[in-house]
């Protein structure tokens, strides 16, 4: 693998056509970060609503909470790397994730919550290798990832555990595993008035599909990093990188750590309040052959009403 200096970027000049095929993920970029530079007067109707939002916004960061929401995560990447000499190759891709905290038992601060949140990947323009500097661009769905999480009332504390479960949904070989999956995942972390910090790690063994037998079974961690600081307004600034690591990749193949910075307001879009995240993220570790070095990413995140609003199993 690949370690890069932060102050030397692998991100080189976009081509023409690169730029041609992910032009309408740059203006979806572009007119959300307007929506979010520019959505302060949407929140400052009232001193109340202003807090209110703010809280949204904290909860939003916690992912143990109870709120119910849309995630919706626009990507923009730039990836590079032995078969690619020449300017980054970039790709375009939607993260549609459900926040669904089920409560199971009690109320308040005694809750205990089932949590799914399943992963849905649309990607519009993903870069597929065919051989040194020659690439494809495809389009399609990803496999799907469920976690589904335990929660306890644990105070400050952000505490979950249970299964998550891979769903071979991928319109392409080069989108998935072609295979079934479960494995273990865990959210571990701790909130004060002023700031939310946490770990998600997820990892997931193959357990039976069409894969063949030249391919090895599926063995992969995702994790996510997080740390979120509230600002006045319903601002916050912070970092929350995806590291991934496949066991079944070659050696110098299997890491993929960013960094990165995101700034995010919780504003109201007519009646809804909607977070608003947008961040930039850079990979100080990155596959020697060809894999991602560089993303930006824009979250809309707009909260629903819960359809569950008392707990299954009594306690209340």
């Known amino acids: 693998m690949k370690k890069r200096s932060i102050m030397h970027s692998g991100v080189r000049t976009l081509g023409q056509t690169g730029a041609t095929r992910v032009r309408h993920v740059w203006l979806m970029e572009l007119a959300a970060a307007l929506i979010l530079f520019g959505g302060t007067a949407y929140s400052q109707d009232s001193g109340s609503e202003n807090g209110s939002l703010a809280q949204i916004g904290q909860k939003l960061s916690d992912p143990t909470s109870d709120v119910w929401a849309l995630f919706t995560e ?23 994730q459900p926040i669904l905290p089920f409560p ?75 295979q079934w999956g479960v494995g273990p995942t865990l959210v571990a972390g701790y909130k004060t008035k002023d700031w939310t ?20 079974d599926a063995s992969y961690l995702s994790m996510i990093y997080t740390f979120a600081y509230n600002l006045p307004d319903a601002w916050q600034i912070g970092f929350n990188p995806t590291i991934n690591y496949d066991a079944t990749a070659t050696s110098g193949n299997r890491w993929n750590v960013p960094i990165g ?35 930006i990413k824009l979250d809309i995140i707009p909260v629903l009403h819960s359809l569950v609003k008392h707990p299954l199993f009594g306690g209340s």
């Open 74 to 96: 626009f990507d923009l990447s730039f990836s590079g790397g032995d078969l690619k000499t020449g300017s980054s190759e970039v790709g375009g891709r939607m993260l549609f």
């Open 104 to 178: 199971l038992y009690g109320q308040g601060p005694n809750e205990w919550k089932l949590i799914t949140r399943p992963s849905i990947p649309v990607l519009f323009s993903q870069p597929v290798p065919k051989g040194v500097d020659d690439f494809t661009h495809l389009g399609g769905l990803g496999d799907i990832q469920l976690p589904m999480l335990v929660s306890p009332p644990t105070g400050n504390w952000l505490l979950g555990l249970g299964p998550t479960w891979l769903l071979p949904t991928a319109t392409h070989n080069e989108f998935g595993r072609q």
């Open 197 to 216: 910090a946490f770990v998600f790690p997820q990892y997931t063994w193959g357990i039976g599909g069409w894969n063949g037998k030249d391919k090895s």
């Open 261 to 295: 910075l995101f700034v995010a307001k919780t504003i109201k879009i007519g009646k809804v309040p909607t977070k608003l995240l947008l961040s930039i993220e850079y990979s100080v570790v990155s596959q020697d052959k060809f894999g991602q070095r560089a993303q």
